[in-house]
């Protein structure tokens, strides 16, 4: 089944700990995005990646790292310095050299820190 | 830099009224434009798509034009139903070197019976 797999769906985490969100693609896509959506706002970009390897800062990459070391895997880790984790996390692909810049999303992970 | 300007919301509606909603943006040359719809506790979809000027995307009864001269890629839909009711998000994407897309705050639709 071609798509993109967030997982987990729900994680709850502890103040202190690093937790890990995954991401997976199976559409071939050479880019990839981790974007943070809070309750009643738009999407601000965490981090992207258009190449293996390779990984740029977005808006709000405080608090965040990833990987790229594989085409189909970005997972993204949400680090104890990012003092307001909770938040709706969205991983997208896209294939932006040919195409025409749309991305493709997943179900999306929601984050809730105790 | 380039940005996306939506209509803030919630928009409320009842079933079968006609639906705008407002998007204008900021580029410094020729984007591609699109509008996602985001159903509650889901990730984003795309819903309509247009990639140069005066072109019209369409998808379930939705349109949106793409005009250059207002810099506005206004969401249309003649008549709105219940399964309707999401959040919508313009967006644009400019082929830089940044290959980014850049997402408007989104607009929450809620179509009563």
């Known amino acids: 089944d071609g798509g993109i797999t967030q997982s987990p769906k729900y994680l709850f985490r502890k103040e202190g700990q690093n937790v890990t969100l995954s991401c997976e693609q199976n559409?071939?896509?050479?880019?990839m995005y981790w974007y943070r959506q809070d309750p009643g706002q738009g999407l601000r970009l965490i981090y992207y990646s258009q190449i293996v390897n390779d990984f740029q800062k977005g808006d709000i990459a405080e608090g965040y790292s990833v990987s790229r070391e594989k085409k189909e895997s970005f997972p993204l880790t949400v680090t104890s310095a990012q003092k307001n984790p909770t938040a709706f996390y969205l991983c997208?692909?896209?294939?932006?050299?040919f195409g025409t810049g749309e991305l493709f999303f997943g179900e999306g992970s929601r984050l809730t820190v105790l | 830099g380039n940005s996306v300007t939506q209509m803030e919301g919630p928009v409320t509606l009842s079933e079968e009224a006609f639906l705008t909603i407002n998007c204008t943006y900021t580029?410094?040359?020729?984007?591609?434009l699109f509008w996602y719809v985001q159903y509650p506790g889901e990730g984003l979809q795309l819903l309509l798509k247009a990639t140069k000027a005066d072109d019209k995307g369409s998808n379930k009864g939705f349109e949106a034009t793409y005009r250059k001269e207002t810099t506005s890629f206004h969401l249309e839909k003649g008549s709105v139903q219940v399964s309707d009711s999401a959040v919508y998000f313009c967006a644009l994407y400019e082929m830089d070197s940044s290959y980014k897309l850049i997402f408007g705050s989104g607009t929450r639709l809620l179509v009563r019976p």
């Open positions: 997208g692909t896209g294939t932006f050299v």
């Open positions: 559409l071939n896509h050479d880019a």
């Open positions: 580029a410094t040359g020729y984007p591609s």
